[in-house]
């Protein structure tokens, strides 16, 4: 979709909406964004596959039982198209945190930060099932997400790997085929909740979360794996605040959950999405702490 067209569509279903100024974003995986005038974010589905238009309307009716329901800010979809393939929200405050920026808080400001993830997915896997059912949240399926990375590791990221690598990683591998085997209780999940999604107001000292679109029911500790990239103090101090549900192998799972992405990473530059191929491989480098394989 171009942007021409995408501005023009907002035009037509929303006269109301005015702006000076906009930004076009394509590098996300499913959707494309327009920011118009750094105050209304529209998002569309790339393709614009029936399944996507309607897993966005899903997102947004999810989304405002959500707004009544945590204490941090999330989007809050003002705008829907008729077609449902076109929605857009007040942009939210603050900027996406980088861990290099998180580094350079106060304690104050690190436990701040910690206290509102953890009241947030205290809310958020708190989310009755009835909700769950209501807005068509999917339901993960472990096994087979399994199934699938091992079948995709073997067949396309094996082949690019030396022998040393290819060895953690089946070691990795057999690693977590274990730990899916574990005993949990299943919850709403945002399932991305990576720092790209986490964005931090300075002024107020406040967090607001974006991009539900990989909301899912199922396993708690995939909120927690994001949070590892921001250091083992912050999670477990998170960990520690958290009201949920707690099994003695959470923050264990979720280690192995953070350790996986750079598979994913690997496997979607080569399927043409925007990363690289090269990005994954130092993700997965560090992750692993490999620092040099001959």
């Known amino acids: 979709m171009k942007a021409e067209f995408f501005l023009q569509k907002i035009k037509d279903e929303f006269p109301k909406v005015k702006w000076e100024h906009h930004r076009y974003l394509t590098h996300g995986w499913d959707h494309l964004v327009i920011v118009l005038d750094n105050k209304i974010i529209f998002r569309a589905p790339k393709d614009v596959p029936k399944d996507l238009q309607s897993e ?51 304690a104050s400001e690190k436990e701040k930060f910690a206290k509102q993830i953890a009241t947030f997915l205290t809310s958020l896997h708190a989310t009755p099932k009835s909700a769950i059912t209501k807005f068509h949240v999917r339901k993960d399926n472990p096994l087979k997400n399994f199934e699938w990375l091992v079948s995709n590791t073997n067949k396309f990221l094996f082949p690019r790997l030396n022998k040393k690598e290819v060895q953690i990683i089946k070691k990795y591998l057999d690693e977590l085929e274990v ?26 000292k406040q967090v607001n979360i974006i991009d539900f679109s990989d909301r899912a029911f199922g396993d708690p500790a995939s909120d927690f794996a994001g949070l590892w990239e921001f250091g083992n103090k ?56 490999i620092a040099k394989i001959s």
């Open 234 to 289: 912050l999670t477990n101090r998170v960990y520690e605040l958290y009201r949920g549900k707690k099994d003695e192998t959470l923050l264990y799972r979720s280690q192995l959950y953070f350790k996986r992405i750079p598979f994913f990473v690997m496997k979607d530059a080569l399927d043409g999405y925007p990363c690289t191929f090269k990005e994954g491989h130092e993700m997965f480098k560090k992750r692993f702490k």
């Open 56 to 106: 966005l309307f899903d997102e947004i009716q999810l989304l405002h039982y959500l707004n009544n329901k945590v204490k941090l800010g999330i989007p809050e979809y003002t705008y829907v198209s008729k077609d449902k393939s076109l929605a857009g929200y007040k942009m939210l405050s603050g900027r996406e945190l980088k861990p290099s920026q998180y580094k350079r808080f106060t």
């Open 179 to 204: 730990a899916l085997g574990h005993t949990y209780s299943n919850a709403l999940v945002h399932n991305d909740l990576t720092w790209e999604h986490i964005l931090w107001d300075s002024k107020k």
